[in-house]
């Protein structure tokens, strides 16, 4: 497939893995960090300043902005590495940040260093190049295509957990995390992939940890030292790149035209016949199995861990699948999953209470308001699911697992910026309904025929790139 001359950032980076590759000329400039000495004159919000702050932070960062947030309000400011952070937790603030004023920002930490593994897929691009995969890449997750993914999902969920037997303890975040991939690279690949789920499956841990692990704005600088660390992130970026590259040129080279994602992808074309190149494929397709699975997998492990501790919702449970599953031949199948009310109701307060995307980092491009205070252009800003959707203005008793609260369209009467696990506007999540459809399966097929229950205490969290629960979460099987 043939790069087109107008598209220099792919010319740039043709020969070079994603790693080593710069960061495409087209994107906005990289606004310059603002340090304490930039600041004079300016009118910044207060906020914690303590000499153990970036300690704090890095020990439990939920708790470290639930508690600025209790003690400053919704708009603090503190410093990391020496560079300004600015927190935007109100609704009216989430809402000015990712929709209404979107253009004065580009993604924040951690992404550019996601752009290593990932390429230039939709998570990681900025503008201009992003607006043109999302309109390239929006078919196969509108909601009309979505139904035909629902018989591959509930398929593969029924194959995977007849493994499990009467009694078993089973590791619920390893075999959740392993279903849901299966499902995406089902659907993204058909049997392609197979052959290198495993491989795939280590390589996106280790590049994964090591993001994770040194995510504090400029430590991406030791990404190049001779440290065996660091050059192991640059193998396993290599290592998904080359498969996902081999793939998708196995693919174009064997001219099959199958209607999975891929093939989707591979036909896509813009009203004036400008497609995907194949380079552009392989980026997006590592970036839909990454944010394809690990997220919806964390959701489903809490879920279970929450209906361990509230087993009064799985008969009823048990009813809603009997009769979701009795329509399973019908057109409208996906519909009636996603609209069945208990299973919805406990999905949503999982997503408020433990949102696999818990931090939305972003920059300021320019100098812009923010629920009228003044945020310079360069700050740090942070918007993040897990303290706005903790906000007991808006939802009562916050802390507590209340899944009768989403009834009578409670969602609508919220305020926008409320409530936003897949966040919002041009940036949301372009698999929400894709996740929605699968995690409301997967519950209730287990639920329609078993009980899981925890073998030892509700798990802690382990909050990192994604919120996701320490350790594996033994949990009994039990049939019903
Ligand atoms: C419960 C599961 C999921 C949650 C809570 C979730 C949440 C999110 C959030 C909050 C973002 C925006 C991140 C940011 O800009 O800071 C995002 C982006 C994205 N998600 Fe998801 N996601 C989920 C599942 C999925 C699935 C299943 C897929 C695909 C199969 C997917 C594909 C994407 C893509 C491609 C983006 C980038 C969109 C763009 O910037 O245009 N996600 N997701």
């Known amino acids: 497939m043939a790069f087109k001359t107008r598209k220099p950032y792919l010319e740039a980076m043709v020969d070079l893995a994603p790693f080593q590759s710069p960061r495409p000329d087209e994107y906005a400039p990289m606004p310059k960090p603002l340090k304490r000495r930039d600041l004079k004159g300016l009118n910044i919000p207060d ?22 947030k209790a003690e400053y309000g919704d708009c603090s400011s503190f410093f990391l590495a020496g560079q300004l952070f600015i927190t935007a937790f109100s609704p009216e603030m989430v809402n000015e940040v990712t929709v209404s004023k979107q253009g004065s920002f580009i993604k924040g930490v951690g992404f550019d260093r996601m752009r290593k593994v990932l390429g230039s897929g939709l998570l990681t691009n900025e503008e201009p190049i992003h ?11 509108h909601i009309s295509k979505i139904s035909t993914y629902a018989q591959t999902m509930l398929g593969l969920t029924r194959k995977h957990i007849s493994n499990w037997r009467d009694g078993q303890v089973v590791a619920i975040g390893p075999e959740m995390m392993s279903l849901t991939f299966d499902i995406v690279a089902d659907i993204l690949f058909g049997t392609d992939i197979s052959a290198d789920t495993k491989r795939v499956q280590d390589s996106m841990h280790i590049a994964i940890d090591r993001i994770e692990r040194t995510m504090l704005p400029g430590l991406d600088r030791l990404d190049n030292l001779p440290i065996p660390y660091f050059r192991k992130f640059e193998r396993a970026a290599n290592e998904l790149h080359d498969v996902a590259t081999r793939i998708v040129n196995e693919r174009i080279a064997s001219g099959v ?13 813009t009203v004036d016949g400008e497609k995907l190149s194949a380079r552009e494929i392989s980026d997006e397709t590592l970036t839909l199995i990454l944010s394809g699975h690990e997220t919806t997998a964390n959701v489903l492990t809490w879920t279970f861990a929450y209906l361990s501790q509230n087993p009064k ?26 609209a069945a009310p208990l299973s ?4 949503s307060e999982v997503l408020r209470l433990a949102p696999p995307v818990w931090i939305s980092p972003r920059r300021a491009l320019e100098d812009v308001t923010l629920g009228g205070r003044q945020i310079p252009k360069g700050a740090h800003v942070l918007v993040s699911q897990y303290v706005t959707q903790r906000d007991e203005n808006y939802f009562s008793s916050p802390n507590e697992f209340i899944p009768e609260r989403w009834s009578n369209d409670f969602e609508k009467s919220l305020p926008r910026g409320a409530y936003f696990p897949f966040l919002a506007g041009s940036r949301k999540c372009l698999g929400d309904q894709f996740a929605l459809l699968e995690g409301r399966i997967i519950i209730l097929e287990i639920a329609r025929q078993a009980r899981l229950s925890l073998t030892g205490a509700f798990p802690k969290a382990q909050p990192r790139a994604t919120y996701r629960p320490k350790g594996a979460v033994a949990m009994r099987y039990e049939l019903i």
């Not at 906020?47 to 600025?68: C, E, V």
């Not at 919702?313 to 996603?338: C, N, P, S």
């Open 47 to 68: 906020g914690p300043r303590s000499p153990l702050l970036t300690l704090r932070f890095q020990k439990d960062t939920p708790a470290f902005l639930i508690n600025a």
């Open 131 to 141: 607006l043109r995969h999302r309109r390239l890449m929006q078919s196969p997750f």
């Open 257 to 269: 035209k199958r209607d999975d994602l891929m093939g989707v992808l591979l036909e896509a074309q």
């Open 313 to 338: 919702y799985w008969d009823d449970l048990a009813k809603e699948a009997d009769e979701v599953f009795a329509r399973e031949g019908d057109e409208d199948f996906a519909r009636v999953i996603l």
């Open 344 to 347: 919805g109701a406990i999905f």
